[in-house]
């Protein structure tokens, strides 16, 4: 994502950002201007755009990246942007700013059922209804369940698929539809 982008959604200016982020004028404007590139930039200085912003780290420089961050990592994120955000304002910026389809076009499926069953969820939760603009991707169904490391790791350490059987059976309905186990989320640090 451009910085630029986000300072005409936010309504912010490069003076406000960084006044907000605590990152000097000049390193706002050189990233602004093209002349310092986010990816070369700090952990430091991302991550207090990343917070001034709103959204994640990876968010800011995903487009950069010549890798794909761990699935676990991705829930996470959201997980905490909900968390950081509440429930409407995360919908709206999601929808607004059309994640779900980003992820299906660049056929990071998991991720994009991920967030088209968050903001279902979320949407069931409170009392809105569905958006009915991804109807073709809510036809698609991954085909093996897709659980948390923590449930695999605990189903190997036990040597049983009992975890991952009551993982499955307690799955929030929204995400379960894609066969992605999901239990939780809200209750993340």
Not at 39 to 53: G, I
Request: hydrophobic residues 40%; glycine residues 4%; neutral net charge.
């Amino acid at each position: 994502m451009e910085i630029n982008d986000l300072l005409r959604e936010s309504g912010l200016t490069k003076y406000k950002l960084s006044k907000i982020s605590g990152i000097p004028y000049a390193t706002v404007s050189d990233i602004c201007l093209g002349k310092a590139k986010i990816e070369n930039c700090s952990v430091d200085t991302v991550y207090k755009l990343a917070k001034a912003f709103n959204v994640t780290m990876e968010y800011l420089v995903e487009d950069r990246l010549k890798y794909r961050p761990a699935f676990d990592t991705f829930k996470s994120n959201v997980c905490h942007m909900v968390k950081n955000m509440g429930d409407l304002d995360f919908i709206i910026d999601t929808l607004g700013n059309d994640r779900i389809r980003y992820y299906f076009d660049k056929k990071w499926y998991l991720e994009s059922l991920y967030l088209l069953a968050m903001v279902d969820y979320l949407s069931r939760e409170n009392g809105l209804p569905l958006c009915y603009e991804y109807n073709d991707i809510r036809a698609m169904r991954l085909q093996k369940p897709v659980y948390p490391g923590s449930i695999i790791v605990k189903s190997v350490v036990l040597n049983s698929d009992l975890p991952l059987k009551e993982s499955y059976e307690k799955a929030i309905p929204e995400f379960k539809k894609f066969n992605i186990v999901e239990n939780e989320i809200r209750n993340v640090c």
